[in-house]
């Protein structure tokens, strides 16, 4: 009986544990020289500038090259947490999503409702944080 408390206090303690984060998924679609896939790699300083700021905000993520009629879909649906990569802030948009601070130009990542708050403040706390002269 005794050797089973210990494994029992061990499943406990697994079953307490947080679960991990799935990646967040930043769709892009292909935008060269700003945003395209090159041989699978997705490349250009768009996406350098995300992956840093993400990075730095210790979000684990997935980049996906996906249409922009699919990506508005996406955030219609809005069924997990992801982004879209460089969409422009109109009126209307901040009512169907949540969005970041510049990427580039005007153009920001537009995520779905159901990426969390605290998700979207690191993110920009990260994007303003690269946006500072070195």
Avoid at 95 to 110: A, V
């Amino acid at each position: 009986m005794m050797a089973r408390l210990p494994a029992a206090a061990l499943l406990m303690a697994a079953a307490s544990a947080p679960a991990a984060e799935p990646p967040l998924v930043v769709h892009y679609n292909e935008r060269p020289p700003h945003h395209y896939t090159e041989r699978g790699v997705p490349r250009g300083p768009a996406i350098d500038t995300v992956t840093s700021a993400l990075s730095a905000a210790h979000i684990a993520y997935r980049l996906r090259s996906t249409p922009a009629k699919q990506q508005l879909v996406i955030l219609q649906k809005n069924e997990a947490p992801a982004c879209m990569l460089a969409w422009v802030d109109l009126p209307g948009r901040d009512g169907k999503g949540k969005l970041s601070e510049k990427i580039y130009d005007e153009r920001r990542l537009w995520c779905t409702r159901a990426t969390p708050d605290e998700t979207m403040q690191r993110i920009d706390a990260a994007l303003r944080n690269a946006a500072l002269p070195k």
